[in-house]
């Protein structure tokens, strides 16, 4: 029978790569995909490894609840943003400080599905936020954006000159006929 159980394991995405200002609050991000179902049995390991170097440290806990840290430095910090039926188990660190820091770990286990990969996030947090692809991106959507309403008011702007110009001779036209 185990031959002939398919072979899976629980697949994570994570942005792994993150930066974020001081003092405000951040989604660490965590989608997985699984095999089986989503059930009660389904469990949301979070941790973080400080980039100075220490111990691993508890972040948050999810299984049928989320389970808050009592104590430690994510206590009142961290909440539950996840959502298991679409395969989301992301939380929400709030209020930001530079010692937060580091290396954030999410583990997915789904049973049958417990193997895979665990999901990292590497968080800098910082005094401003560094000019990156998406602000480009979007300075140049909206440039673009821009330009093609001069371009459409400066058209309509050159037919209404020229039905007006074409309007003003054939009145002088109607005049001198007449």
């Not at 583990?107 to 999901?119: A, C, F, R, Y």
């Amino acid at each position: 029978v185990v031959a002939l159980w398919p072979i899976a394991a629980v697949e994570i995405y994570t942005s792994q790569v993150l930066e974020a200002v001081n003092g405000t609050n951040v989604r660490l991000k965590c989608t997985f995909s699984s095999f089986a179902p989503v059930g009660d049995a389904l469990t949301v390991t979070w941790n973080f490894r400080p980039r100075d170097g220490g111990p691993e440290q508890f972040v948050f806990y999810y299984h049928v609840d989320p389970f808050k840290p009592m104590s430690g430095r994510f206590k009142d910090r961290v909440v539950w943003d996840g959502n298991p039926e679409r395969y989301d188990a992301s939380i929400i660190l709030w209020k930001l400080r530079f010692d937060d820091n580091g290396t954030y770990t999410c583990q997915v286990k789904n049973p049958p599905d417990v193997d895979g990969l665990i999901g990292e996030i590497r968080l800098s947090v910082v005094h401003t936020v560094r000019f990156s692809e998406i602000y480009f991106l979007a300075l140049a959507i909206g440039s673009a954006c821009a330009l093609m309403v001069i371009i459409v008011i400066a058209v309509v702007l050159v037919q209404h000159f020229r039905k007006k110009r074409w309007a003003e001779r054939a009145h002088k036209v109607v005049e001198i006929k007449s």
